[in-house]
């Protein structure tokens, strides 16, 4: 962004957020994609204004699932599942901005609430929204749904709350993955599925990431750089780098891009052209990883 343009931008974002309505701000001046460095709850809604404020996404009455990492049951310093601050203030930007329900899912490796609890994702969102938050691992929270632009996976059972949702949001932590490279917005959707052993034995995996990509698609995707799990993931422990940084966008591909380029993963950089699930993705038309082609816009709180 050059100096002139991010000092109108800069301009505008505070002139709509003394008046209480950022989603005033026009769409030619909105970014590609935002990072905003400060603490997860707050960097979260600024991040989410600069792109428009949760009414660019969410309107009144719409029904809306959030998609976090809370898989593990692992406390917020291993860097394994989303920040509880970043998912809190997500449900309350939702509300804000009139959501007549807000769902936060995953399907975690365990039965029970015990992963829910340890992440602190549950008593976030239960002070916000009691009943709102749930792990669900059993058949009868999914149906059967076609993916018709798949290439591999042409078939898997979707949380049905997931179907019957108007919008969707990722918010997954930022973290390596042992057999994908990374666990950003697009591998973390495998979260929204009841088989995803298909997915590593039956399936290629980046390949079937991309078919459920393209069938399972975020109207926002926040990724939670609080913390960086950089090696030994999905699972930790390992490296945990703390960059302080929400990266937000409404291209789910542009944000894993931008978080692959940002920070060291296995003690080196890496580009998003070399995680294979990025570039397929990119390469099938669901976004784009050509992220220094994009408007970037950078915030400190």
């Known amino acids: 962004m050059l100096r002139r343009d991010f000092l109108k931008f800069q301009v505008a974002l505070g002139a709509a957020a003394l008046s209480g309505f950022p989603s005033l701000l026009s769409a030619q001046t909105r970014p590609d994609l935002v990072v905003a460095k400060g603490g997860p709850g707050p960097a979260t809604r600024t991040a989410v204004d600069a792109l428009g404020g949760m009414s660019a996404f969410v309107r009144r009455g719409q029904k809306v699932v959030i998609k976090p990492n809370m898989s593990f049951s692992a406390s917020v310093g291993r860097a394994v599942t989303t920040h509880p601050d970043v998912v809190r203030e997500l449900m309350v930007l939702c509300l804000e901005a009139g959501a007549s329900s807000v769902r936060v899912l995953d399907h975690a490796f365990r039965d029970g609430k015990q992963p829910l609890e340890y992440s602190g994702i549950l ?8 009943g709102c938050c749930h792990n669900l691992t059993r058949s009868r929270h999914y149906s059967q749904f076609n993916l018709s632009n ?5 078939a898997n059972a979707v949380m049905t709350d997931v179907l019957d949702a108007d919008v969707l949001i990722a918010c997954p932590v930022a973290k390596s993955h042992s057999s994908t490279g990374v666990s950003l917005s697009l591998k973390g959707q495998m979260g929204l599925i009841l088989d995803r052993g298909c997915m590593h034995g039956h399936y290629d995996l980046d390949t079937s990431i991309v078919d459920l990509a393209s069938a ?5 995707s926040i990724i939670d750089a609080s913390r960086v799990l950089s090696t030994n993931g999905p699972y930790g422990p390992g490296k945990v780098l703390t960059p302080g940084e929400i990266i937000a966008s409404a291209d789910p591909v542009a944000a894993d891009a931008l978080a692959v380029s940002s920070y060291t993963w296995y003690g080196r950089s890496i580009k998003p052209r ?8 990119h390469a099938r038309g669901l976004g784009r990883m050509d992220v220094e082609n994009l408007n970037v816009l950078r915030l400190s709180l």
């Open 216 to 220: 399972l698609k975020p109207a926002l």
């Open 123 to 130: 008593p976030a969102c239960e002070a916000v929204l009691p």
């Open 150 to 154: 798949a290439k591999d996976m042409r």
């Open 274 to 281: 070399q995680v294979a699930h990025i570039a397929q993705a």
